[in-house]
């Protein structure tokens, strides 16, 4: 199956500083991916739809100007969490395929975002 | 407003026994329905899909039943594996259209295989 890659898979930063996050599709082109959080043994809540070549669309209460994303190629999106905060440490997972393989979502490993 | 639910935080199950996993929605405008299976500090692993023009849908040990009045769908796993043993996620998103591949996610169901 298709494959999406992310990394880094687990990453510990210190408040105030920032993240970024990347996510690819290893053997397909993406026009759109999935940014996805997941709280500890809660469910996984989307953020965000990135959008190749402009502007990422937000999920009701998800802070635009603290989490960045850039889709600047068919197979790269980027999140950046800036300014970090302790609240902010969660499993950050995205997807792609779907929409555009006519097929289900493929996601990638998530990362474990730690910040102290 | 959670428009996805699994209501059994988790099941245990007998090696070689049926595990039936439920799933219930609220909006009526979704109409195509996946099962994730997610190990911790991993993604999730696609397993089984259906559509809302059918109801059901077989793939090996997998089996995933859509009842579209009770806007109910379950997974049914037989026979089970201890290596079945993760957390099972159930999503919805509207097939199509500008939405395809966004979903909805239940809270997720432990499932524990024993030997």
């Known amino acids: 199956g298709a494959v999406v890659s992310q990394h880094p898979s687990r990453v510990i930063c210190k408040s105030g500083t920032s993240v970024k996050i990347e996510c690819r599709s290893l053997d397909f082109q993406a026009t759109t991916m999935f940014w996805y959080r997941q709280f500890p043994k809660q469910s996984l809540m989307l953020m965000a739809t990135s959008n190749e070549g402009s502007k990422a669309t937000y999920e009701q209460g998800v802070e635009k100007d603290k989490f960045l994303i850039n889709h600047a190629s068919l197979t790269l999106s980027t999140l950046t969490v800036t300014s970090a905060h302790p609240e902010d440490s969660s499993f950050y997972i995205c997807?792609?395929?779907?929409?555009?393989?006519?097929?289900?979502?493929?996601f990638g490993q998530g990362t474990r975002l730690t910040v102290v | 407003d959670q428009q996805v639910k699994q209501n059994s935080p988790s099941l245990s199950v007998q090696e070689g026994r049926i595990s039936i996993l439920n799933c219930d929605y609220t909006n009526s405008m979704f109409d195509y329905f996946l099962w994730y299976k997610k190990y911790p500090a991993e993604g999730p692993t696609f397993l089984i899909s259906?559509?809302?023009?059918?109801d059901k849908n077989e793939d090996g040990r997998f089996t995933v039943f859509l009842n579209k009045s009770a806007k109910h769908l379950s997974l049914h796993i037989v026979p089970s594996q201890p290596g079945d043993s993760a957390v099972y996620f159930c999503a919805a998103s509207v097939y199509g259209g500008t939405s395809y591949g966004k979903l909805t996610f239940g809270q997720g169901t432990i499932l524990t295989v024993h030997p």
């Open positions: 259906i559509s809302s023009i059918k």
């Open positions: 997807s792609a395929g779907g929409q555009v393989m006519n097929t289900e979502a493929f």
